[in-house]
């Protein structure tokens, strides 16, 4: 059996700009998405902390410690610059691989700089 589980999240990053003109996903600093193991092109759900948003989208590269979390297209109606979000990939794992699997969590400062990773070992 496999089990839909949560891979890696960015937590609480706050969201640097929005813009409505491009044609979709979102925007995130290149170190943040290599410390989240999260690779450009691959879906991602969005929670947005400040208005109960949720969403899925795809994460796509942006400059290398620039700090960018940039909600585009559609995205960008359901969060504004400011907003915390949460960040979520998720992947299937086999079920007699889930002892051995543990998430990935970055936690970011207000400028969206990693300041604490862990991984997070599964509850029984």
């Known amino acids: 059996m496999m089990r839909w589980m949560c891979k890696s999240k ?3 990053a706050t969201v640097t700009e929005a813009n409505l003109a491009y044609e979709g996903s979102i925007t995130v600093d ?10 450009p ?11 109960g ?3 899925e989208t795809y994460a796509i590269p942006g ?3 620039g700090g960018a979390v940039c909600l585009n297209g559609a995205a960008a109606r359901l969060g504004m610059v400011g907003d915390k979000v949460i960040l979520v990939s ?6 007699s691989d889930l002892p051995a699997f543990n998430p990935r969590v970055v936690f970011v400062d207000d400028k969206n700089r990693p300041v ?8 029984r």
């Open 116 to 123: 604490r990773q862990k991984r997070t070992p599964r509850r």
């Open 53 to 55: 948003a949720r969403f």
């Open 41 to 51: 092109y691959e879906m991602v759900q969005i929670y947005n902390v400040n208005n």
């Open 90 to 95: 998720t992947s299937f794992v086999e079920a």
């Open 63 to 65: 400059e290398r410690g």
């Open 10 to 12: 960015i937590h609480r």
């Open 30 to 39: 290149l170190a943040l998405l290599e410390a989240a193991d999260i690779v």
